[in-house]
């Protein structure tokens, strides 16, 4: 896996966003990502869709990657961990968080996270919170313009387009930074992106698998 970084100060903080849809606190010894829909190949699969399971297998491994290089004491999950009802995949997260037990697994909720807080805990999750605040740095899941705080978010799937050829452009996922807001990009490659929404005063750092490139 080609792991390639962006350093970032961002509140007075130093942070590393990295391509593989993540970002990485040190002072904090903190892993960070959002939106990892964990369940949904399963459930569009259920819903008669020919959705194939090792899309959600990569995406287990690349966290199990991202943890083992990191050596984090916390992960902060923004939101959106479980896609829908639970589910073998689901069950899943299970693996990682027993492998990783040292590490305390926070879960800010999303909108997708509707299953009974007892099931997320039961995976591993230490703590389930619709807030939480960590040295002035506040995560919340859906990015609100009206924060008091500077603010990691996700939801939104944010993502850029780029010309390729002439009359050919190439949608990729990005980390949308402003002085006090970051937007994640979804931690699972089974969602869409949203190419649509402006944001000013936003610097957009898209990446793929060889690197990033900023847009302003």
Known sequence: MNL??????FAGNDLLLNNQ???YWQAQKALIFSD???GKSA???KH???IPSYLHYSDLERLQFLIQHYQPKQIIIVGDLIHAASNKEVIDLKRITSTFSDIDFHLIKGNHDRIPEKLIKDLGISSVTKRLVIDTIQFVHEPNSNNNLPTISGHIHPGIQIPILKNSRKKLPCFVVQSSQIILPAFSKLTGLDTTKTITDATYYGFHEDGFFEIK
């Open 21 to 23: 849809r993540s970002i």
């Open 36 to 38: 990892l829909h964990s």
């Open 4 to 9: 390639i970084e962006k350093p970032i100060c």
């Open 43 to 45: 459930h569009l699969r």
């Open 48 to 50: 008669g869709m020919a």
